[in-house]
């Protein structure tokens, strides 16, 4: 099974796409994805990713999300945290040249979704990327 993993800022909050299609996007990779929240507001053991999302989303999914995604831990590096043993796809809005280069060492760029935080289509493109990646692997 594919891992997500998802970053909060720029990516489902302060993100130019509506509510609605950032919902969508969450809901698509609930039901089918194992998800894992790789954030800043993820880390050191601390989990505080769904409470950066109240008020933004609706609160039936803002518990879900709670419910079902699960935490990653890391320092410094957000790759830190990602299993390179297990296909994965991370959706961040931030390129860091040395999390790209450990990418890059496992052959793995390919798994890292560049989100353009002002395209207001984004959480529509980054679903039908979903779709069809998860529609060929059937």
Partial sequence: MLNIYLDVDGVLRGCASPKEDIEAFLCYCLDNF?????????????????????????????????????????????TEAIDFDEPFV????????????????????????????????AAKEMLQYLEERNHESK
């Fill in 34 to 78: 194992s998800v894992y929240w790789l954030t800043s507001h993820c880390k050191g053991g601390v989990n505080y990713a769904p409470r950066a999302l109240e008020g933004i989303l609706s609160d039936d999914l803002v518990k879900e999300l709670a419910e079902k995604v699960q935490p990653t831990d890391w320092s410094t590096l957000k």
């Fill in 90 to 121: 991370w959706f961040d809005d931030y390129e860091g040249s040395y999390e790209i280069e450990r990418l890059k060492e496992h052959n793995l760029e390919d798994s890292f979704y560049l989100v353009d935080r002002n395209d207001p289509n």
